[in-house]
């Protein structure tokens, strides 16, 4: 939940002045987070106004599709939130563990997911390539450019919100 917020947070911060797909990631992972927290009795409002909220998100990931089928995961992951809503009920009783959703539809929504967290496990590890090891002979190792950094760690947010992804589908 705190690591969905704190993606959400840091996409958020970098959708600042730019929008995009970086928004729509801010969207999900402060919703990842909104999903996971226990409220009791007192949650009978969540279901409906997220399942509102990630069809706005959604559509946006519709919009964002015009540049690309590599957004395709945005409107992928924003189905799914919408659906994870629904099956959680008019009651707020969250769905999880009581068996709610269509069994197939979730069984394909966990083999994408799987997929995508091995994939983007894999890219991560291998995004950083080789690193030299410390010798003298060598006077220092440059760290590396900010770019490459900033690309490894939306990497690791979009790995961890598809983590998050998949332990919600797994709790359903």
Excluded at 29 to 39: D, E, K, Q
Excluded at 61 to 85: E, N, P
Excluded at 155 to 171: K, P
Aim: proline share 6%.
């Amino acid at each position: 939940m705190i690591l969905c917020a704190v993606s959400g947070a840091y996409c958020l911060r970098r959708a600042r002045g730019r929008g995009g797909a970086a928004a729509g990631e801010a969207v999900m992972g402060f919703g990842m987070a909104l999903m996971a927290v226990p409220l009791g009795d007192g949650g009978a409002w969540r279901p409906p106004v997220l399942g509102a909220v990630f069809c706005a998100a959604a559509v946006h990931a519709l919009w964002l599709l015009r540049g690309g089928a590599h957004h395709a995961h945005h409107l992928v992951g924003s189905l799914t939130m919408v659906y994870m809503a629904a099956a959680a009920g008019p009651g707020g009783g969250h769905g999880h563990g009581q068996g709610a959703g269509l069994p197939l539809l979730t069984g394909a929504l966990l083999l994408y997911y799987a997929g995508y967290v091995v994939l983007g496990g894999t890219r991560l590890i291998t995004a950083g390539g080789a690193v030299p090891a410390p010798s003298s002979a060598l006077p220092s190792v440059p760290p590396a450019p900010v770019h490459v950094m900033s690309t490894e760690l939306v990497r690791a947010c979009r790995l961890a919100m598809g983590m998050g992804m998949l332990a919600m589908l797994l709790s359903m």
